[in-house]
């Protein structure tokens, strides 16, 4: 990472900047949603360990696949399986 702030440009008042980013092709978490031939909404977590794991209420893919099921008013049949890279 890499950043410079340069002198205070006189038409807008605003600072010159510099900067380099790279892009990490590899850093991102792999999500597959597959329909599931029981009832529910069930998620499976593998990779990067998670600490304090919230409780489906609170997890955001169970969540979404709620209002998805609500969306387009489908049984909720579905397990998400997610591999984790982003800690």
Known sequence: FY???GSERE?????EIRTLFVPVLSLADEVSVRPSPT???TVECTGRPITGLPTPEDNLAVRAAELFCIAYDLPPAFHIAIH???P
């Open 39 to 41: 009832p529910g909404i």
């Open 11 to 15: 038409c807008d008042h605003r600072h």
């Open 84 to 86: 984790k890279r982003i």
């Open 3 to 5: 950043l410079t702030v």
